[in-house]
C-alpha cells in the first residue's frame, strides 16, 4: 500500500468527495475556485487545500503527478 492510498483510508466520506472534485478539476487543468498555491523554491511543484486537506503536486507540461494526501499538521509540508 503506498502513501496515497493510506491517507486515502484515513479520510471520511465528506473528505472524499471533496478531494474526488479537487482531483478531477486538476485532472480537467480547471484551477478557478481552488486554493492553489506554487511551493516555494520549485517551479512545478503545487498545493492545493481545502479545509483540512493537502494536496500537493506536480505539473509537468504533459502530466501530472499527486505527491501527496494529507491532513494539515506541523508536518504537512
Do not use: H, P
Not at 511543484?45 to 506536480?58: S, T, Y
Not at 501530472?64 to 506541523?74: A, G, P, Q, W
Amino acid at each position: 500500500m503506498d502513501k496515497i492510498e493510506k491517507a486515502l483510508r484515513k479520510l471520511n466520506q465528506e473528505e472524499r468527495q471533496k478531494l474526488k472534485d479537487i482531483l478531477n478539476k486538476i485532472k480537467t487543468g480547471n484551477l478557478t475556485g481552488l486554493d492553489l498555491k506554487k511551493l516555494q523554491g520549485r517551479e512545478d511543484i503545487f498545493r492545493v487545500r481545502k479545509g483540512k486537506i493537502r494536496i500537493i503536486f506536480c505539473k509537468k507540461i504533459n502530466s501530472i503527478k499527486i505527491l501527496s494526501i494529507e491532513r494539515r499538521s506541523d508536518t504537512t509540508y
